[in-house]
């Protein structure tokens, strides 16, 4: 018992500071749910050259630039997703944001029966585990370990997160077309695998779905 209760206390201590500490996408999906700038790559286009071309061309160009300019930490991938105003990198973020890998897939033009449309995107995106990071952290802590140190730690494991640590998720990424330009819909699985896997840890750790062992 007495260990269920300190799991639970240093879990409560990071939601907690995340909620303070993490801003952008993370918040933003958190708070919907009820759950509670890099470098420019070349390959990047504008709002305006996507808007030129067919939605079905234009949508896993939206989804790469964006993913390429969240890789980069950079608040300009907020342009090519909807409801993303403000988007920033803290540290944890930043972390799982730098350790990202992906691949933009098969893409699939849904049509509802009103005539609008929208593109469907498969990416595979890798990242460092949240959850892996965490629960190693808080073996190497103190009980009475305070939020900044949480945080600390658990930024240094998911940098140094070894391949084992990593999680994969595939996701379906809509992309909508908002004539002067196009952008994907932030979802909580997409939220999700951008994190790591924090928003489902966090889900279930609240509602808990998790393991106090």
Known sequence: MHQKTKKGSRLLILIIGLVVILGGILIFILVRQGVIGGKKSSAILTQQELAE?????????TVSCFLALYHDCDSKAAEYANGMDGLTFP???????????????????????????????NATIETAGFKAAYEEAVKDL???????????????????????ARETFNVSIVVLDYVTSRKILMTSELSDALTGGLVTYLSNQTAGGGSHE
């Not at 071309?53 to 160009?61: C, F, G, N, Q, R």
């Not at 305070?146 to 391949?163: H, T």
Request: aromatic share 4%; no cysteine.
């Open 53 to 61: 071309l067919p939605l079905e061309e234009a949508a896993p160009k």
């Open 142 to 164: 103190p009980p009475d370990a305070d939020n900044e140190a949480i945080l600390a730690a658990v930024q240094k494991k998911l940098e140094k997160s070894p391949k084992s």
């Open 91 to 121: 540290a944890i973020q930043s972390a799982i944001a730098k350790s990202m890998k992906y691949k933009v897939g098969e893409v699939r033009t849904v049509q509802n029966e009103d005539g609008t449309k929208y593109v469907l995107v």
